[in-house]
Structures are given as C-alpha cells and as structure tokens.
C-alpha cells in the first residue's frame, strides 16, 4: 500500500509558509488509512502550524445542569462562582501544532459513521492522558456533534462524528480505541474524553468500558451488531490486501 502524499495538502494548505510534514503526521496518515480500510474514501488535510487546544467557556456560556450525565459537580459549582477563573484555567490549555485531518467516508452509513479525526503534537513534556484529564476538569467545551478526545503517547487523537450518526457512535469510538492500542507504538489508552450529541462539556469514561460496550450484540437498521461492522471489516481489509 503506497504511502499518503502529504507534501502537496501542505503546499495547498499553506503555500506562504509551507514545509514537508514532518515524519510523525506521515506515519500517523498511512496509520490511519492502514486501520480504516473498510471506508470507502479517506481525504487527508495537513497544516504545518495551528491551534490545537480545546474551546474553552466564554462569555454567556450556561453552565451544565446539576445532575447532568457525566458533570462534575466541583466544576460546575466553579463554573457559577468564577467563569472568568474557569475560562483561564481552559485557556491555559491551548498550544500550537501541526494538525493531521483524515474525513472518514463510509460505504455504508448504517454500519460506519461519517466524520474526522483529529491528529496533534502536544508540547514537549506534557502527557496524553493528564491533558485529557485536565480537559474534562478544566472545562474544555466539545462540539455538539459527538466529540470524543484519546491520548496517544504525545500525541491528541480527536473524533467526529454526526449527530445522525449517534446509532454507531458507541462502535466508532471503541474502534478508535481498540487502534490504539494494536497500533505498533501499543498505546496506553486507559480513559477518553467523551461528549455524546448535543451536550458541550466531557466526561471521562474508562476505555475499557467504551470497548465493552461496543461488543454487546444489538439491532440496528435491521442488521445485527457488531458481527455487521466485522464483516465489512473483512471484506476491507481484503481489497486493501489485493
């Protein structure tokens, strides 16, 4: 299988300050098209140079519900008595990277969700796993769509996904998960940052958990889980072998 060509979406992304990806985003995007063979396209965009932490509060933003699914009590109690505070601490957060976007196109929609991932370099020193947790502490806010957050080593992996989607979401998640850790580098993926549809704050679920889950047989658009994703997986990883 031929490696990605990122040079050129460089060159197109940026043309004024543009520079060869570096060897980490390479081995990330042949990664990615190595684990995603059962999608029908995967279009690649790489920046040199961009922000790369989470949205943090603004002015105006309501805090979550008490007893809102996955809400941290001392965070909103936080969020009420020192948003100025909160948002600071979030911002805190932020650093720049160079960013890997792979746009996931599925031949089937009712087995594989539509969306993208999210591949960053975080700052030299800091760990995966205390960023991740320091999102969900510090009040990171997530899309409305599903957004899900793993660390991988020094690397952020972030997945979207459609709200129209939400029937595969748990599958989708735990793909990215069950990658990481088969992935030559075998990622230590303990906890994920997840925020299902239309909420805009994380929760810290155990990976384990989200993998559990996403083997429990269900039904869905008339087709049973998750033997129909492994099929389609099957018959992808066969084409990518011919």
Request: some cysteine; overall charge negative; glycine content about 8%.
């Amino acid at each position: 299988m031929p490696a990605v060509a990122l040079v050129a979406l460089a060159l197109a992304a940026a043309p004024a300050r543009a520079q060869e990806p570096p060897p980490e985003a390479q081995q990330w995007a042949d990664r990615i098209r190595r684990d995603y063979p059962h999608y029908q396209d995967i279009t690649f965009q790489f920046l040199p140079s961009a922000p790369a932490g989470p949205p943090c509060p603004g002015p105006g933003l309501r805090p979550p519900p008490a007893g809102a699914p996955g809400v941290d009590a001392a965070y909103r109690a936080r969020l009420i008595a020192d948003p100025d505070g909160v948002a600071a601490a979030c911002g805190a957060l932020n650093f720049r990277s160079w960013m890997l976007r792979a746009d996931l196109t599925p031949g089937d929609q009712r087995i594989f969700s539509p969306g993208w991932l999210r591949v960053v370099e975080l700052p030299t020193g800091v760990s995966g796993p205390d960023r991740v947790a320091a999102m969900v502490r510090d009040g990171a806010v997530a899309s409305k769509a599903f957004h899900a957050v793993a660390p991988a080593g020094r690397f952020l992996v972030d997945l979207h996904l459609p709200c129209a989607a939400s029937g595969v979401t748990t599958y989708d998640v735990a793909d990215l998960v069950v990658g990481l850790r088969a992935s030559p580098d075998s990622y230590d993926v303990s906890a994920v940052a997840v925020s299902p549809c239309g909420r805009t704050w994380f929760s810290l679920e155990e990976a384990d958990d989200l993998v559990k889950r996403a083997q429990e047989p269900r039904e869905y658009w008339g087709l049973d889980f998750p033997e129909a994703r492994d099929r389609a997986r099957q018959r992808g990883g066969a084409r990518q072998a011919d």
